[in-house]
Nanobody
Framework: QVEVVESGGGLVQPGGSLRLSCAAS????????MGWYRQAPGKQREVVAL???????NYEESVKGRFTISRDNARDTVHLQMNSLKSEDTAVYYC????????????????WGQGTLVTVSS
C-alpha cells in the first residue's frame, strides 16, 4: 500500500510564496492522480489542485494563476508552488494520491497525507 507524506507548510505574509512537497512510498502497481486538498477552519475539505499521471493539471478557481502543481512520476512526488498567497489560503493542506494495488484482486485506493499547515498572515 502507498503512504504519502507532505511538507513545506509554514507561516507566510500575504503576497508571499510557499512550496509544498509530497512523496509517495510503498507498494503499488501505479499511481494515478496526485494532488492537494485543503481544509480551512469551519469549512469542508476542498480540492486545490490535481494532476494526472500524464501531467494534466486541474485547479480550484480561486488558485488559478497563483498556484502551480507539478509531479515527478519517476520519484512519485508532487509539488504545489503557491505564489501571491492570501489570508483565505490559510488551511491545512493534504497530499492525495490515487493508486492501484494488486494482490489477489486489483484495488483502486486513495492515500492521504497527515496534513501540513499553511498560515497566511501579516
Amino acid at each position: 500500500q502507498v503512504e504519502v507524506v507532505e511538507s513545506g507548510g509554514g507561516l507566510v505574509q500575504p503576497g508571499g510564496s510557499l512550496r509544498l512537497s509530497c512523496a509517495a512510498s510503498g507498494t503499488s502497481s501505479g499511481i494515478n492522480a496526485m494532488g492537494w486538498y485543503r481544509q480551512a477552519p469551519g469549512k469542508q475539505r476542498e480540492v486545490v489542485a490535481l494532476i494526472s499521471r500524464d501531467g494534466s493539471p486541474n485547479y480550484e478557481e480561486s488558485v488559478k494563476g497563483r498556484f502551480t502543481i507539478s509531479r515527478d512520476n519517476a520519484r512519485d512526488t508532487v509539488h504545489l508552488q503557491m505564489n501571491s498567497l492570501k489570508s483565505e489560503d490559510t488551511a491545512v493542506y493534504y497530499c492525495y494520491a490515487n493508486y492501484i494495488y494488486e494482490a489477489d484482486i486489483v484495488h483502486n485506493l486513495d492515500a492521504w497525507g497527515q496534513g501540513t499547515l499553511v498560515t497566511v498572515s501579516s
